[in-house]
């Protein structure tokens, strides 16, 4: 399992070799591709942390990752967080994903909370985005009335979110960032967030454990979090060989790790063991050719899940008791 | 660092405005630092001022006050900022004037359900409306008619509503909403400022406009509701395709011979153009005649009585017939009547004209205009600004409103989405849907104008047969009908 582990690592820092593992394709699209690489240094810095375990201070991540990683992709990030807002770019995917996305974090919080205030649905709530890069939805989310805190490892995309958000006075003052890890986060804002939102993240930590802990550790007992991610299935796998191969030409080659994937099953499993429970799961498809996202049945490729913290510990003789509450009227078992 | 940016910014401001106020010409220096750094100057100033509106309309007219009232009343846009910028004066009106105001426009259904949800629609009907049930048109040249009503006479079909009692009642709507919707009458702009479509750091993201007053002015949204001659849509430079009819329209407001029933409009072909009469009252009808630029000037020379008689001679005489067409036609109306004997409506004359309103005769010259879009980033077009109809079909009015229904849906809907209100991927859901709905429209009525400019036989033959044979067509009128009362 260590050496597992290892040869992940080793993989990780030699990005560019010709180690021939056909399960990294990029999936699907393009932007999500790039991205990988920028929230890859998440879970290289989460491994880092693994491998050194105990110590975590409270610097800034960026002399660690710059250490470990390889300068090029450092560039590669550089070069590409001027294009996060470039609507036509390689971002296109993940800005057209907001109309996914955006209703589903909108909506669920709407059945747990009530609607706020006309014209800002989400008003008072307070919502942590990990890996936010560009900012790309932490901004409808902030003009939804939200307080948004978005964090990402790489300076670049901070700067860059911060620049886009500053010139509207209402995002000015709703959403802030932070070039900082989830697990140094996690140490100031303990039960500080009503909502955590993890989108196109998960898939990219080595260490889901420390992530599920982290989360609870900084969501308010009732709080949601949200995560789109993709499936490990056969189906995601041959859509990131055969889209990958029509992309190769246009995006470095990127790293998705098909290992890394997890199914909605697994995550839910890993979830619950950390105090969630999950709501809801719906599959999600992106159609190259209109450029669009829609929901469908299937989760085969992606999923977006919502989560919620569990209020209190369940106690043994209130299990049965618990499994009631599923049937709250919270719960968004289904909507348009 | 954007602490830092703003400062740099803070200071660049600081430094342009000393320079403008060592500056002899104050004016000429407050237009050079406004042209090169209003940015500069604006994050220095107090920043409720001069923070982007989040919509700006331009243009008060009847759409642009509608579009107005409906932003202002969605409650997914609760909260935003929205300005509306008129070059007039504000328009009230506590009584209605005695006299009727010469220019009016039909209201369709749909238009009226937008307005009495904007809550218009009441003031509208208190102060004054006319809804007629039934609508002739007919040919000079032939016998050729044509009567559009509801199956039962009693539902109205349309409304003939002053241009005027409608942007007042607006107006009063608007009031009540001034709480985020602000409106500055007597302000004209003089520039518009375009942001790039895509993000560079250290430029305005925002569309800048620059009033006469001196002002500049920032939004994410920019709706253009200026009229056929739209200067947002010439300053976008989005290609429109115009021309003008040789025609003007003489509008003026008739006094009837007797008090009547007024519940019909009147519509007459003339080779010179249409003629017609549209019920404001049971004693006073409204007059639209299109003709030639000659011809209505001469019309507007004449004498009243003359004009009168101008006016009851081309609804009446029958000098334009020929022979050959009154045969064909009336051999075309009875096999119709063999094949559908219900159908065919017999002709009547309407209401004869004694006398017109004094100083009432106007004209204006007709065109027709179609901007190729609707959009831009950031910058929308509606109402005679996107399209300019010929008067014939009364419908310029309600594509409008169709238009501010129709934007104000999409830009709710991306509110509630957390979206950017200038991006272009609902806006240019806004321009397809619209087009695909006014393009049609805009072809038939162009069609129509051209099919009846002339007397030559064989285009009087074809329109008299398609009339006649549309009148006979109970299914395809209720279309017809259907698709203008959206």
Redesign the interface.
Known sequence: MYSKKLARLAFGLLAESAFKCPLTRSVSSRGKAVRSLCSWTVCLHHRQKNLLSNGLTRLNVRPVSQTTLDPAEVRKFQAMASKWWDLQGEFAALHSMNDLRVPFIRDNLLNVHGVQQLGKPLAGLRILDVGCGGGVLSEPLGRLGADILGIDPVEDSVRTAELHSSYDPDLRERVRYQACTLEELAEEEVEGFDAVVASEVVEHLADLDAFASCCQQVLKPGGSLFITTLNKTTLSYVFGIVAAEQLLRIVPSGTHDWEKFIGPEDLERLLESFGFYVEAIRGMMYNPLTGAWSWQQSTAINYALHAIKRKEEPQPDRVWAKSENLDEPGRATSYS | ??TF??AKLAVLGLGRQCVALRALNGAQAVRNVRGFASSERDEESS?SEN??FDIIISGGGMVGTAMACSLGLD??????KILLLEAGHKKEMDRVPETYSTRVSSISPGSATLLSGLGAWDHIVNMRCKPYNKMQVWDACSDALITFDKESLQDEMAYIVENDVIVAALTKQLQTLSDHVEVQYRTKVVKYTWPRP??I?ES???VQVTLANGKTLHT?LLIGADGPNSMVRREAGIPTVKWNYDQSAVVAVLHLSEPTENNVAWQRFLPSGPIAMLPLSDTESSLVWSTSHQHAEELLQLDEESFVDAINSAFWSNENHSELVETAGSLFRTALSVLMPDSGSARQLPPSVAGISPKSRVMFPLGMGHATEYIRHRVAIIGDAAHRVHPLAGQGANLGFGDVAYLTKVLSQA??????LG??QHLLEFETERQRHNLPMMAAVDLMQRLYSTNAAPMVLLRTFGLQATNALPPLKEQIMAYASK
């Open positions: 660092m954007f940016a703003k920043t923070e982007p409650p997914n846009l609760a909260g935003k895509y993000h750091s305005i993201p925002w994410k509110a509630f989405n957390g979206k950017d991006a272009m």
